[in-house]
Each structure stands twice: as C-alpha cells, then as structure tokens.
C-alpha cells in the first residue's frame, strides 16, 4: 500500500534513512539525523510536495517525496525527487511503484520537471530513473567526500507534462 506521510512515520522513515547515512554514500550527511530534524523535515516538506510512503503488512518499507530544487521563485516547478527503501527491500518494484505514484502526484499539483540526484556508483538508482524515462543531464565529479573516498552525482531529468 502507498500512502501519504503521516507525522506518526518519522520513527520508521528516519531509520531507513540513517541506515543510508551509517552505511553507504548515496546520501552526503555524515552523521545519523536525529529525531527533531527529521520531524522537521516530513513537516515542511509535506506541507507543499507530495512525500508518500509504502506499507507492506503494517510495517513501512519505503518512502518516496519530491522538495523544491531551489529556491529562488523561477524554480518552483522544479522539484527535486528521492526515494529510499528500508533493508532488503530493494529489486522486488517497491521503488518504481513509489517514484511512479510520485510522479503521478506531481503531474497532478502542476509541477513541471522532477530532478534525481544519484551518487555514484549506484546501478540501481540508475537503472531506476532510466526505466522511468529520466535523461542523464549532468556528471559532476568529485563533489562529496564520505568514507574516504570522493563520490561523484549525476543528475537526472523527467518532464512531467
């Protein structure tokens, strides 16, 4: 089932989001988000973009939202999108059913253009925003560094109309 956020979420979401913060480079924070920031985080970006969440048997296994890309007025069409799936969920279409619900979502608040970012290496992700028909728009090499090692991201696009 994929439904809207609830704020009685941010528990589950927050820890298969630091499970990504602790263990990978597919995020840049470093450090595992506390509960306050990340409540704060759900709030306000629910309060204007679509965030939504996949439920399988009661336990939430999934999440999917867009937030704005920046932030200046010209922007606001323009979204950014993420989607993270808890522990072992991957490859089982979980991710795609999200990002295709958020995509609908976006289409039908009029926004124009929705953003992946993808650290690499990702094969997933890629794959993912590829089946979804976004087009790799940029390759920016070496921006984050985490783990001891640069990471680079790449960006993709999908026009929503």
Known sequence: MIRSVHKDDAGALRSIYN?????????????????EVFDRRISEISA??????????????????ASPWRVREAYRL????TVYLAPGESGQGTGTLLYLQLLEELRSRGFHTAIGGI???NNASVKLHEKLGFTKVAHFKEVGYKMDSWVDVSYWQKFLV
């Open 119 to 121: 650290a690499l290496p």
């Open 48 to 65: 204007t973009h679509p965030w939504l969440v996949a439920e399988r048997e009661g336990q939430i296994i999934g999440y999917a939202y």
């Open 78 to 81: 323009s979204v950014e999108t």
């Open 19 to 35: 499970h990504y913060v602790k263990n990978t480079r597919v995020t840049f924070e470093v450090q595992e988000v506390a509960a």
